[in-house]
């Protein structure tokens, strides 16, 4: 369980992230070896690192971590330290599997916790007025403090699970400045509000995470609700990216180094898609060096127009069971095939299940079934999209279930992995 000392320790480290955000590249790179030095020093510490890793200090000779490989690792940890040992650790949520266990030691903390600070405030966050974050309330992850403690005033908690109408209901009532959320519920209170006419008034800023916000969701959020988002890209490993006002993700260099690679291994070129790999810089119990996390996003180069020189990533298009197969075999974002049913705002929701190359389910949330139009169009932006024939078949549904972890899968690949 994350201890809130980790939080008290954040502050100096906020401090530095706000001077180091504008570092010029030379200064932070410095930062950034010498920690990862570290970082390094302690892996070899630890029996499993030590029995794979080659006496080298360049992280791209360096092999990559399987998420299967993790459980093995963390024994490793477990096994240095004598039984009883209280070691903080987070469970992720495990949408593409079996949960895997991390462990975290109180440095690490202070830098995630510093590094969330820093997206909440720099895009105008005051913890002082009113907050209404409608969050996971069960999961072990190392942001659950926030949720349990409830330290901060002027906060209050509804579960991202609550009945979405009662949540609509909640939102109204309490009328904050600042709403925190998954991509999916803002998009379902903005229907329902749609629907409903109204909005409440106190909204400055709207502040999402953990899953993908489409640019199709982003635009109905800020349409009905008349307010920006600010959008992050955090795991249970780390808090990777945050956008920042002028609207690119940058990576929280001083926290973790992230990797986008391809097929290969190799960097992949900015614009093009490649897996996720990070480094955390502060963990000295279990370091993570070269963690592919299962996500995909796009690579990115250059500055962003708000002045800040940390890196940047482009965008995050998931994990791999939410990414759909061409007929080459490479994988391909799904949200433009969202498109048409998005335009009918009488469907409150959507999933289209990849079943195979060239066959797709989708299921919807609506009070009436598609029309043979509605259909025929939604075939044709299929094909048109994909370039080639496509099956599809419809099924209008009461309720589409989330998984195990409470997330909710917009875009599913159901392919047989052999295939």
């Not at 190799?266 to 299962?294: D, F, H, K, Q, W």
């Not at 075939?379 to 496509?390: N, R, V």
Request: proline share 6%.
């Amino acid at each position: 369980m994350p201890r809130f000392d980790g939080i008290l320790g954040a502050f100096p480290q906020y401090l530095m992230m706000l001077r180091s955000q504008y570092w010029p590249d030379p200064r932070r790179e410095e930062y950034v070896n010498h920690h990862l030095k570290m970082a390094l020093s302690a892996a070899r510490r630890i029996p499993f690192y030590r029995e794979r890793f080659p006496t080298t200090n360049h992280l791209a000779d360096l092999p990559i971590l399987a998420r299967r490989d993790v459980p093995a690792l963390a024994a490793s940890v477990r096994g240095l330290h004598p039984e009883g040992s209280l070691l903080a650790s987070g469970l992720t949520s495990g949408s593409t599997g079996t949960p895997v266990s991390f462990i975290y030691d109180r440095t690490h903390q202070a830098s995630r916790f510093a590094a969330r600070a820093r997206y909440l405030r720099e895009n105008g966050w005051n913890p002082l007025q009113r907050n209404f974050w409608i969050v996971s309330t069960a999961m072990e992850t190392p942001d659950l403090v926030f949720v349990q403690r409830r330290r901060l005033l002027g906060m209050r908690f509804m579960s991202h699970l609550t009945d979405m109408e009662v949540l609509a209901d909640a939102l109204k009532r309490i009328d904050p400045v600042f709403l925190y959320s998954y991509p999916v519920n803002l998009d379902g209170l903005a229907r329902i509000f749609e629907a409903r006419a109204d909005r409440p008034h106190s909204l400055r800023r709207i502040f999402s995470g953990s899953e993908v916000l489409e640019p199709t969701q982003r635009e109905r959020i800020r349409r009905v609700f008349g307010v920006d988002i600010s959008d992050n890209y955090g795991t249970t490993e780390a808090f990777l990216a945050w956008e920042c006002p002028a609207g690119s993700y940058h990576i929280n260099a001083e926290h973790v180094i992230v990797e986008v690679v391809d097929d290969a291994g190799a960097p992949a070129s900015p614009g093009s898609l490649g897996r996720v790999v990070l480094t955390t810089l502060r963990n000295r119990v279990m370091p993570l060096i070269r963690y592919e996390i299962g996500d995909y996003a796009v690579a990115a180069a250059g500055r962003c127009r708000c002045g800040r020189t940390l890196p940047l990533i482009g965008a995050i298009a998931g994990r791999d069971i939410n990414l759909f197969f061409t007929k080459s075999g490479k994988h391909f974002s799904p949200w433009p095939l969202f498109r048409p049913m998005y335009a009918r705002t009488w469907i409150t929701q959507t999933q289209i299940v990849q079943r195979d190359l060239d066959r797709f389910l989708i299921r919807y949330v609506s009070p009436r079934a598609l029309s043979s139009d509605d259909e025929a169009e939604v075939h044709h932006h299929f094909e048109t999209m994909l370039g080639t024939p496509a099956a599809i078949s419809f099924e209008r549904a009461d309720k589409i279930a989330r998984s195990r972890s409470g997330k909710f899968m917009m875009a599913l690949n159901e392919m047989d992995s052999s295939a």
